[in-house]
């Protein structure tokens, strides 16, 4: 996969802000996993969506049900979480917002806080190593899981945005779109927004999702997790620009993602152009670059490439999402210090 990259695009310094953990796993790190558990007869094939290939959005969520099984352990979430730590760093990306889905298994002992504290210790264990990476986390609500969860989810959140040095600065609502709605996670957004946690939501990640969306953008969210269905020329409407544009929204746009998972037929109809073309904070991001085998400079340069964009607007593409970070504006000050830094040996 990486020779087909251009070098321009591996060097680039990079802002990754929509990377769920178990879409995130590695080829190498499944093969690990996979010796680890040979009982389970899980094969290679199963776990990502290769070049070319295509599944609807339900066969994705199918594909996370078999990494779940794999990552079952605190030892599991560890390795995952450093090896895809690490390799989001070898990409070049200089600061990360990881989300994932607390779980309990309780055939392996593990709990939603010690889940938590797992990924923390990764992201504690590649700093100390000195990996060239600044890596926080969202906690992610599954919205399958419903109102009961989602507080309680809130709740161990609020705890380690407390307690983790800034690690834990948010929230994600994730999850298959198709389940649930988002009127009854309203009173745990609208807390989790009360207390401080940032917002990122997934939001019209399919068509049907437009009244869900009106109610949520109320909030506001502090992000979009796609939108793939908010803009009128994808079935949206002018009222949900407005309101996206009215409070400011930066959106994180997945084109792989998207096209494999099939809610977007072409790359050319992806809805970053009509976001870009309005000048609104749009974030390329890569969502699953396990699942979707993709990676962060790929998908910059498949936004290049469908999109005509020249290298000093890519530049100001990747610099400009650091305006979006949910971290504090020191740390926007010394990203942005770093892309000066490094701009010259770029465009070499
Ligand atoms: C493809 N588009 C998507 N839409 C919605 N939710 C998605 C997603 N891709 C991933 N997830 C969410 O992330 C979980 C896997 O990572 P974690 O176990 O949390 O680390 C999935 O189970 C789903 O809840
Ligand atoms: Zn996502």
Request: glycine letters at 6%.
């Amino acid at each position: 996969m990486d020779n087909e990259v251009d070098v321009f695009y591996r060097e680039l310094p990079k802002v990754e802000l929509h990377a769920h953990l178990n879409g995130s796993v590695s080829c190498p790190t499944i093969e690990k996993l996979i010796s680890r558990k040979p009982h389970l007869n899980i094969g290679h094939g199963m776990t990502a969506i290769g070049k070319g290939q295509r599944r609807t959005l339900d066969e994705c969520f199918q594909v996370f049900k078999v990494i779940h099984q794999l990552v079952d352990t605190e030892e599991d979430i560890l390795m995952v979480a450093t090896d895809v730590i690490k390799e989001f760093a070898a990409d070049g990306v200089k600061y990360l917002e990881l989300r994932s889905t607390p779980r309990e298994e309780k055939h392996t002992g593990l709990t939603k806080k010690s889940y938590i504290e797992t990924v923390i210790k990764a992201i504690k264990q590649c700093k100390s190593e000195g990996v060239d990476i600044d890596v926080r986390f969202l906690v992610a609500i599954d919205r399958r899981n419903g109102t009961e969860v989602a507080m309680e989810t809130v709740k161990l959140a609020e705890d380690f945005m407390l307690s983790s040095d800034g690690l834990v600065l948010g929230l994600d609502l994730s999850g298959d779109p198709t389940v649930g709605h988002g009127k009854d996670l309203l009173p745990a957004l609208q807390k989790a927004k009360n207390c401080g946690l940032k917002l990122s939501l997934h939001l019209s990640e399919v068509p049907s999702q437009l009244e869900e969306s009106d109610l949520l953008l109320d909030l506001p969210p502090d992000r979009i997790g796609h939108g793939t269905f908010l803009h009128p020329a994808m079935g949206g409407s002018q009222g949900l620009v407005d309101k996206v544009v009215k409070h400011n929204i930066p959106l994180e746009l997945c084109l792989t993602s998207n096209v494999k998972g099939q809610t977007v037929a072409r790359y050319s109809d992806h809805h970053f152009k009509h976001w870009y073309q309005m000048g609104h904070p749009s974030v390329i991001c890569t969502d699953d670059k396990g699942v979707f085998s993709t990676d962060l400079s790929q998908e910059y340069q498949l936004a290049a490439s469908t999109f005509d964009l020249s290298r000093e607007a890519v530049w100001k593409l990747s610099h400009d999402a650091i305006d979006c970070i949910f971290a504090p504006d020191t740390v926007k000050q010394q990203l942005k210090q770093k892309w000066i830094d490094l701009k010259p040996q770029v465009f070499k």
